[in-house]
């Protein structure tokens, strides 16, 4: 790389976890310097929240930043997005008519005519839209990717993904003392979708990642236990692939003694894979009559699992890495995009935009197939 790219950031100011990650994520591999935020809409908390993360700029307000960083010469190239969902559309826009890259948490945005307008501008202005579904960083993901395009696992048959937590099986957004649970589970803050929106998404794309295919149809049960909550908490769905594939997904925040257990596994004719988020080292191949094999990272000859590794086999890596490896594709499209050069085909697992629009379509069809009693709907 020629170079650190200069980043902003918009929220994830005092108390806010996922801010924090992204900055050093950005950090990682020397690829970004985090040079300016909008890090709360308090300005005394912006302020206060700029000087702790050692911002060279503070802004009070995201439009204001926008503006300002676009006209200086020593600008920000790209800005990070890590507000509650309902502002993710608006900031977005308003940084990609700056001509500012972009970098946002998922969901996408609140609703599918959003997501559609924000892919549009962002070919209109030919800025990188990245979307960071951090579980697409892992080199064992990405290795698992591989080896299902090299046809290793034969036709796919089954498709299983479920992601599994507990910090919602009781109403603590009712005391008004987590500011996680207060936004996840308001609909104005979050949109339409709870843990549909908030994990049911990364297992959907984790899904979709993995096997390089979406399902055509689904049946879907989205459902919340917790009296008084206003989204949903649990989610599982049938799936029906185009080519004939099945698959099963459930998705659910009230699992009592579930940490972060999103765990996938596919079958095809010649064989099958399991990967374990939990355990992200490793991945285990299975083929057809044969032992299981237990595939761990920097042993593995593959070039998407090698771009995406960092350290030595045996030392672990995780999510900060794998958060890490999504800033690093970023940088080299960013660069190869304001250089008009073509895109690096070591990036090219980068998720982006419009794997924001298919997970909206994934909402979409959910909540709809819900509402009909389960009845199949069309993705």
Same mark, same amino acid.
């Given at each position: 790389?020629?170079?650190?790219?200069?980043?902003?950031?918009?929220?994830?100011?005092?108390?806010?976890?996922?801010?924090?990650?992204?900055?050093?994520?950005?950090?990682?591999?020397?690829?970004?310097?985090?040079?300016?935020?909008?890090?709360?809409?308090?300005?005394?908390?912006?302020?206060?929240?700029?000087?702790?993360?050692?911002?060279?700029?503070?802004?009070?307000?995201?439009?204001?930043?926008?503006?300002?960083?676009?006209?200086?010469?020593?600008?920000?190239?790209?800005?990070?997005?890590?507000?509650?969902?309902?502002?993710?559309?608006?900031?977005?826009?308003?940084?990609?008519?700056?001509?500012?890259?972009?970098?946002?948490?998922?969901?996408?945005?609140?609703?599918?005519?959003?997501?559609?307008?924000?892919?549009?501008?962002?070919?209109?202005?030919?800025?990188?839209?990245?979307?960071?579904?951090?579980?697409?960083?892992?080199?064992?993901?990405?290795?698992?990717?591989?080896?299902?395009?090299?046809?290793?696992?034969?036709?796919?048959?089954?498709?299983?993904?479920?992601?599994?937590?507990?910090?919602?099986?009781?109403?603590?957004?009712?005391?008004?003392?987590?500011?996680?649970?207060?936004?996840?589970?308001?609909?104005?803050?979050?949109?339409?979708?709870?843990?549909?929106?908030?994990?049911?998404?990364?297992?959907?794309?984790?899904?979709?990642?993995?096997?390089?295919?979406?399902?055509?149809?689904?049946?879907?049960?989205?459902?919340?236990?917790?009296?008084?909550?206003?989204?949903?908490?649990?989610?599982?769905?049938?799936?029906?692939?185009?080519?004939?594939?099945?698959?099963? %997904? !459930?998705?659910?925040?009230?699992?009592?003694? #579930?940490?972060?257990?999103? &765990?996938? $596994? @596919?079958? /095809?004719?010649? *064989?099958?894979?399991?990967?374990?988020?939990?355990?992200?080292?490793? %991945? !285990?191949?299975?083929?057809?009559?044969?032992? #299981?094999?237990?595939?761990? &990272?920097? $042993? @593995?000859? /593959?070039?998407? *699992?090698?771009?995406?590794?960092?350290?030595?086999?045996?030392?672990?890596?995780?999510?900060?890495?794998?958060?890490?490896?999504?800033?690093?594709?970023?940088?080299?499209?960013?660069?190869?995009?304001? *250089?008009?050069?073509?895109?690096?085909?070591?990036?090219?697992?980068?998720?982006?935009?419009?794997?924001?629009?298919?997970?909206?379509?994934?909402?979409?069809?959910?909540?709809?197939?819900?509402?009909?009693?389960?009845?199949?709907?069309?993705?």
């Amino acid at each position: 790389m020629a170079g650190r790219l200069k980043l902003g950031m918009v929220g994830g100011g005092q108390g806010a976890f996922i801010g924090a990650v992204h900055r050093i994520a950005a950090r990682l591999d020397d690829c970004f310097e985090v040079v300016a935020g909008a890090l709360s809409s308090d300005p005394q908390r912006a302020q206060a929240s700029a000087a702790e993360a050692n911002l060279a700029r503070s802004y009070a307000d995201w439009r204001e930043m926008a503006r300002a960083e676009s006209a200086r010469d020593d600008g920000i190239d790209a800005v990070a997005i890590v507000t509650p969902n309902h502002l993710h559309a608006p900031v977005a826009t308003a940084f990609l008519e700056a001509g500012i890259h972009v970098i946002c948490d998922k969901p996408l945005a609140v609703s599918l005519a959003e997501g559609d307008a924000l892919a549009r501008l962002a070919r209109e202005k030919r800025r990188l839209f990245a979307l960071t579904h951090t579980y697409s960083g892992y080199p064992m993901v990405r290795h698992a990717r591989e080896l299902i395009e090299a046809g290793e696992l034969g036709d796919l048959r089954v498709v299983q993904v479920e992601y599994a937590q507990d910090w919602l099986a009781e109403p603590i957004e009712q005391s008004g003392t987590n500011k996680q649970a207060v936004w996840r589970t308001d609909p104005k803050l979050s949109g339409p979708a709870g843990c549909l929106g908030d994990i049911g998404t990364h297992a959907y794309h984790l899904a979709g990642f993995i096997t390089g295919m979406l399902p055509a149809a689904l049946a879907a049960d989205v459902h919340t236990f917790v009296p008084g909550r206003r989204l949903d908490d649990h989610v599982q769905a049938m799936l029906r692939y185009a080519n004939g594939a099945r698959g099963m %997904l !459930w998705a659910s925040q009230v699992a009592s003694g #579930a940490e972060n257990a999103l &765990r996938l $596994r @596919v079958y /095809g004719t010649k *064989a099958g894979i399991a990967f374990d988020q939990e355990e992200p080292n490793e %991945l !285990w191949f299975t083929p057809l009559g044969g032992a #299981a094999q237990r595939l761990t &990272r920097g $042993r @593995v000859q /593959g070039a998407a *699992a090698a771009h995406a590794t960092r350290v030595p086999p045996g030392h672990p890596e995780g999510y900060l890495e794998a958060f890490a490896q999504l800033y690093k594709d970023a940088a080299l499209q960013i660069e190869a995009l304001d *250089a008009g050069r073509p895109l690096p085909p070591e990036s090219r697992f980068l998720t982006t935009v419009d794997d924001g629009v298919a997970g909206l379509r994934f909402i979409d069809a959910m909540l709809a197939s819900s509402a009909a009693g389960g009845q199949w709907r069309e993705i």
